[in-house]
């Protein structure tokens, strides 16, 4: 089955740093790349889709120059989450599309713990 | 604005009892509907997709229904073990593939 690797698995930042976060599909060429954010006991609330080669698009409420997303190629997507604060704080989680293809594959959790 | 409930937020059950999880969405256009497991601190598992034009989907002990037009799915777990305990995720796609996620049912199943 497709594989999305997703790193670092855990980070600890002091505030005010900027943390990016990989996602890649190892094994298919993924042309749409969601992120989302979970909270403690709560959902996955989708914070933006990114498309091969174009700019993200964000979801109401999401800052854009926060969450800096990048799709530079058909396998690799990054987060960056600029200037962090203990609010930010979160488990980040992306998600990719099969070219074509409707099943979603997703990576396996950044928890971003920032002090 | 799609919203997805899902209820109960939490369930503790004895080994072996059979059991179902609610999943209601307020918007029936969707492209799918699919049940994701969360273990703690982990990513997600898929555990089933069900079209829109399909009315349920089974794996294993597994079987969950759609009812698209009153907005409300199930998942049927038969004969619980303790392995099965874990956050169950409902998620309905929208025609642009983004997934719209509940809060999750937690599942705890005693031995």
């Known amino acids: 089955g497709a594989v999305v690797s997703q790193h670092p698995s855990r980070v600890i930042c002091k505030s005010g740093t900027s943390v990016k976060i990989e996602c890649r599909s190892l094994d298919f060429q993924a042309t749409t790349m969601f992120w989302y954010r979970q909270f403690p006991k709560k959902s996955l609330m989708l914070m933006a889709t990114?498309?091969?080669?174009?700019?993200?698009?964000?979801e109401q409420g999401v800052e854009k120059d926060k969450f800096l997303i990048n799709h530079a190629s058909l396998t690799l997507s990054t987060l960056t989450v600029t200037s962090a604060h203990p609010e930010d704080s979160s488990f980040y989680i992306c998600?990719?599309?099969?070219?074509?293809?409707?099943?979603?594959?997703f990576g396996s959790g950044t928890q971003l713990s920032v002090l | 604005k799609q919203e997805v409930t899902q209820i109960p937020a939490a369930l503790s059950v004895p080994e072996g009892e059979n059991l179902v999880l609610n999943c209601s969405f307020t918007d029936s256009a969707i492209y799918n509907l699919q049940w994701f497991r969360q273990d703690p601190g982990k990513g997600l598992t898929s555990l089933l997709l069900?079209?829109?034009?399909?009315r349920e989907q089974t794996s294993g002990r597994l079987n969950a229904s759609l009812d698209k037009s009153s907005g409300r799915s199930t998942l049927y777990i038969a004969a619980s073990q303790p392995g099965d305990s874990a956050t169950y995720l409902c998620?309905?796609?929208?025609?642009?593939?983004?997934?719209?996620f509940g809060s999750g049912t937690r599942l705890l199943v005693r031995p």
């Open positions: 990114s498309n091969e080669g174009s700019k993200a698009t964000y």
């Open positions: 998620a309905v796609m929208d025609s642009s593939y983004k997934l719209i």
């Open positions: 069900i079209q829109s034009s399909q």
């Open positions: 998600s990719a599309r099969v070219q074509a293809g409707e099943k979603l594959f």
